[in-house]
């Protein structure tokens, strides 16, 4: 069993930075992709930014050159840092990984962490 733990999120105003962390736990395991979702209140959840394990990424086009996705292999952590927060980056982040266990392909999420930008 694989888990994911996000922690990093908060109240921050407009213009502010956060970072989010999310560490994977368990035993036998190997992550392909991570990325970072979110969902604001009354809407589905969606894809912000995802790392493959060769260090490619992608971004959603409205926090393309404010946020930034990495990850620490060694610790199966990743990470997204946010940069000049708008109101409209409001949600719940949750973190997402495919993980290789006995030769299956699963997808785990985390527990999500509330991110709240105010105006």
């Known amino acids: 069993q694989v888990q994911l733990v996000e922690s990093g999120g908060g109240l921050v105003q407009a213009g502010g930075s956060l970072r989010l962390s999310c560490g994977a736990s368990?035993?036998?395991?190997?992550?392909?992709?991570m990325g970072w979702y979110r969902q604001a209140p009354g809407k589905q959840r969606d894809r912000v930014a995802v790392i493959s394990n060769d260090g490619s990424t992608n971004y959603e086009d409205s926090v393309k050159a404010r946020f930034t996705i990495s990850r620490d292999n060694a610790k199966n952590t990743v990470y997204l840092q946010m940069n000049n927060l708008k109101p409209e980056d409001t949600g719940v982040y949750y973190c997402?990984?495919?993980?290789?266990?006995?030769?299956?392909?699963?997808?785990?999420w985390g527990q999500g962490t509330q991110v709240t930008v105010s105006s």
């Open positions: 997402k990984a495919l993980v290789d266990v006995d030769f299956r392909t699963y997808q785990y």
């Open positions: 368990g035993s036998g395991f190997g992550i392909r992709t």
